[in-house]
């Protein structure tokens, strides 16, 4: 039975405006993006095009760096020139900045419209951005709210986030600008969902999507999860970040991984594994953790299953590419598009199977290829 068949696993995602950030459609039927940010001094070039380059490898569809300074949006042209993912440039209060980041050849400024200062600083702002392409986002943040919103309401909450985002929204509006996403993030789970889930009614502009400060990368990754997945699940977002306290890459990693368990988006290879028993005929956790590292460099989407027993394994072969499923004396069974394929023995389990993905991969590309070359001779 194909995935459309199957309505509980339909994912309506939420009708928004779309909108473009550099080379990436944000909103609308476009694919879910995945971004990170930078933690490296943004006027060394050198040290920030190097991990723009590793989040990159991951799968980041684009990259926010801070932009404090002039030596900071001074780089920022020679960073652009260098990568191939959008740059999101990051301002906070000094509008020079934000003219700067968009001349530099910024995709998109962060920005709070109303932290920018005077209706000409906000005018020139919004020229900038119209000269050069560039699209903005409304960040809104519970720990920095408003004074006004915070006397009014008495704490950060999910109506003065929305408030807040709304009322930013409005002076961009104003300048006939509407190029832009908007987020509303907190670090509690409860605050940014309820918040989100307001602003996705409130307005039809696509929303960036994130658990602000989330933690470590264990403690982080599950909060996130838990925020992002409730929001994802009900077809809200457009774009994510996994805020996490790791290297850039690792929240690229585990943004994909949110969307892939969704059905979202696909990138890389699927492991489907068992967590291991007394019945395991293999050692499962080191055989996997070996595996994922073998095959982090295969962007082509797939699905492998490793499980350790006959219990489960044949039948979660069958609804997978490649299967493997421990078998007794240290001989194995290996399924191929979920029909039994042939046995394996210990010693090369996890060579064997990085040998399988690349060629199945090699093989996915090639019918990819003579699709498109096929469809455009017609």
Same mark, same amino acid.
């Given at each position: ?9 339909? +994912? ?46 991951? $799968?980041?569809d684009m990259v926010r760096v801070s932009c404090p300074d002039e030596e900071s949006t001074a780089a920022l042209k020679e960073i652009v020139k260098a990568v ?17 980041? =968009? @001349?530099a050849g910024a995709a998109c400024l962060r920005i709070n419209p109303g932290n920018i200062g005077s209706h000409d600083r906000v005018r020139e702002v919004v020229? =900038? ?30 109506? &003065? ?23 509303? !993030? ?8 309820? &918040? ?29 999860? +838990? ?18 306290? &790791? ?5 690229? !990693? ?28 293999? #050692? ?11 095959? &982090? ?17 044949? $039948? @979660?072969?069958?609804?997978? #590419? ?48 003579? @699709? ?7």
């Amino acid at each position: 039975m194909s995935t459309s068949h199957r309505a509980y696993r339909q +994912i309506l995602r939420r009708p928004s405006r779309q909108i473009r950030v550099g080379k990436v459609l944000v909103g609308g039927d476009a694919p879910i993006s995945v971004q990170t940010m930078t933690n490296t001094l943004t006027a060394d070039a050198k040290a920030t095009i190097e991990q723009v380059l590793r989040a990159e490898e991951a $799968g980041a569809d684009m990259v926010r760096v801070s932009c404090p300074d002039e030596e900071s949006t001074a780089a920022l042209k020679e960073i652009v020139k260098a990568v191939n993912v959008p740059i999101v440039a990051d301002i906070h209060f000094h509008y020079k900045r934000a003219i700067e980041a =968009a @001349e530099a050849g910024a995709a998109c400024l962060r920005i709070n419209p109303g932290n920018i200062g005077s209706h000409d600083r906000v005018r020139e702002v919004v020229q =900038a951005a119209k000269d050069h392409g560039c699209a903005m986002r409304i960040g809104v943040n519970a720990g920095s709210l408003e004074r006004e919103l915070l006397e009014r309401y008495g704490e950060p909450c999910p109506e &003065a986030l929305v408030e807040s985002a709304l009322t930013h929204a409005k002076i961009l509006e104003d300048h006939d600008f509407r190029e832009f996403k908007i987020s509303v !993030k907190a670090s509690d789970v409860f605050l940014a969902v309820a &918040a989100y889930q307001g602003l996705a009614e409130a307005c039809d502009y696509p929303l960036h999507i994130g658990i602000t400060e989330a933690g470590g990368l264990r403690a982080g990754t599950v909060k996130s999860s +838990i925020g992002l997945g409730m929001l994802l699940w009900s077809g809200i977002g457009d774009t994510i970040r996994v805020s996490l306290s &790791a290297p850039p890459e690792e929240e690229v !990693k585990v943004g994909f991984e949110m969307l892939k368990s969704l059905g979202l988006r696909r990138r890389g290879v699927t492991v489907i594994s068992c967590p291991s028993c007394a019945r395991q005929q293999f #050692d499962v956790i080191k055989t996997v953790e070996v595996l994922e590292e073998r095959l &982090a460099h295969i962007t082509t989407p797939m699905t492998v299953s490793v499980i350790g027993c006959v219990v489960n394994g044949p $039948g @979660e072969a069958t609804m997978t #590419d490649i299967g493997f499923t421990g078998g007794g004396k240290g001989v194995h069974q290996v399924f191929l598009a979920g029909q039994p394929a042939h046995r394996l023995k210990d010693e090369s389990i996890v060579d064997h199977l990085v040998s399988l993905v690349e060629k199945k991969a090699e093989e996915i590309k090639a019918a990819q290829a003579a @699709e498109e070359a096929a469809a455009a001779a017609e």
